[in-house]
């Protein structure tokens, strides 16, 4: 079983940035695939961003690409999202997911955070 807890969301400018961070918690956090997803009002659940348990290997959605970066350190249990040059496209409840593969299908998790909204006003 593994828990997560997300902070960090807010209300930015176009073109600012925001660090997401989810904190993990159970006895195999740190050897969890972490997933980034988001939700926008009346949207599908979408893929952001993945990482690895090491940390080695990152998957990101090309919307995203060159603008959000994903992190961890698994000495805090924490996964991060950094996201710069945000857009108004970007608002949307985001959340950190954990699972055992690297994957952009949300099917693939099995846990959940319960989410942070993000705001980017134009």
């Known amino acids: 079983q593994v828990q997560l807890v997300e902070s960090g969301g807010g209300l930015v400018q176009a073109g600012g940035s925001l660090r997401l961070s989810c904190a993990a918690s159970g006895r195999t956090s740190s050897s969890v695939v972490m997933g980034w997803f988001r939700q926008a009002p009346g949207k599908e659940r979408e893929f952001v961003a993945a990482i690895t348990a090491s940390g080695g290997m990152t998957s990101y959605a090309d919307s995203v690409k060159g603008r959000f970066t994903a992190s961890r350190d698994n000495a805090k249990n924490t996964v991060y999202l950094q996201m710069n040059s945000l857009k108004p496209e970007d608002t949307a409840v985001y959340y950190c997911?954990?699972?055992?593969?690297?994957?952009?299908?949300?099917?693939?998790?099995?846990?959940w955070g319960q989410g942070t909204q993000v705001t980017v006003s134009s």
């Open positions: 997911a954990a699972g055992w593969h690297l994957s952009s299908n949300r099917y693939y998790y099995d846990y």
